[in-house]
């Protein structure tokens, strides 16, 4: 039997004697590819199963909260920026380099390889400098994200709470699942109307505390 269906017997099998049958369930393939195996189609799907363990997608979570998309669209408009400036450059360079090889028959050669090395330390100069440019939009970038996932954190933690899990985790750390369990959507929603596009947001915002802790699954 192929690895992939013997995944899906098995988790179907423990839905089955679960109890769960009208859930989805998921199979992660390779790079997190997800394969959905709907066992009732008369029973409307279920938005959140009260469970210990919650998955999120992390990517998507991202890339798909208006935090994200701010910081995807200014990251694109300075990289469109950064493109044209390059461009410019390279055109100046370029005239620059063809300037110098019309000159060259008439140019003494001391005084046109003192040229041609200042060209060149110029050309790199320049290409270090944007380099340096590019960097830096992708370590913003890499600071946005850590801004983010810091910011929704207690979001996500309260969401935990209130679901009555104990604990949320990468889907692409999962291999079988009930797609239930999934709650990227969710926390989407409340991440967004929690910090929005994140202009507003305070970093090293305390964590939520729950509210009652004496529950059954609350941390102890």
Same mark, same amino acid.
């Given at each position: 039997?192929? +690895? /992939? %269906?013997?995944? #899906?017997?098995? =988790?179907?099998?423990?839905? @089955? $004697?679960?109890?769960?049958?009208?859930? !989805?369930?998921?199979?992660?393939?390779?790079?997190?590819?997800?394969?959905?195996?709907?066992?009732?189609?008369?029973?409307?799907?279920?938005?959140?199963?009260?469970?210990?363990?919650?998955?999120?997608?992390?990517?998507?979570?991202?890339?798909?909260?208006?935090?994200?998309?701010?910081?995807?669209?200014?990251?694109?408009?300075?990289?469109?920026?950064?493109?044209?400036?390059? +461009? /410019? %450059?390279?055109? #100046?360079?370029? =005239?620059?380099?063809?300037? @110098? $090889?019309?000159?060259?028959?008439?140019? !003494?050669?001391?005084?046109?390889?003192?040229?041609?090395?200042?060209?060149?330390?110029?050309?790199?100069?320049?290409?270090?400098?944007?380099?340096?440019?590019?960097?830096?939009?992708?370590?913003?970038?890499?600071?946005?994200?850590?801004?983010?996932?810091?910011?929704?954190?207690?979001?996500?933690?309260?969401?935990?709470?209130?679901?009555?899990?104990?604990?949320?985790?990468? +889907? /692409?750390?999962?291999?079988?699942?009930?797609?239930?369990?999934?709650?990227?959507?969710?926390?989407?929603?409340?991440? !967004?109307?929690?910090?929005?596009?994140?202009?507003?947001?305070?970093?090293?915002?305390?964590?939520?505390?729950?509210?009652?802790?004496?529950?059954?699954?609350?941390?102890?």
């Amino acid at each position: 039997m192929p +690895r /992939r %269906l013997q995944l #899906a017997t098995l =988790a179907l099998a423990w839905a @089955l $004697a679960t109890g769960s049958g009208a859930q !989805d369930v998921e199979v992660l393939g390779p790079q997190g590819q997800q394969d959905t195996f709907p066992l009732d189609d008369d029973t409307p799907p279920t938005i959140v199963l009260q469970s210990q363990i919650l998955t999120v997608d992390i990517e998507r979570l991202f890339a798909q909260s208006e935090f994200g998309e701010r910081l995807a669209s200014e990251l694109r408009t300075e990289q469109e920026a950064l493109s044209d400036e390059n +461009r /410019r %450059l390279a055109d #100046a360079l370029r =005239a620059e380099e063809l300037d @110098l $090889a019309e000159r060259r028959p008439d140019m !003494d050669p001391a005084a046109f390889r003192a040229e041609a090395e200042a060209f060149d330390e110029k050309a790199e100069a320049i290409r270090q400098a944007q380099d340096a440019k590019e960097r830096a939009l992708q370590q913003s970038l890499s600071q946005g994200r850590e801004a983010f996932f810091e910011a929704a954190r207690p979001v996500l933690g309260q969401l935990m709470l209130d679901s009555g899990a104990s604990v949320i985790m990468d +889907r /692409r750390s999962v291999l079988v699942s009930l797609g239930a369990i999934d709650v990227t959507d969710a926390a989407i929603g409340r991440i !967004d109307a929690a910090i929005g596009d994140g202009l507003d947001t305070t970093p090293g915002d305390p964590p939520m505390v729950d509210p009652d802790p004496d529950r059954p699954g609350a941390d102890p």
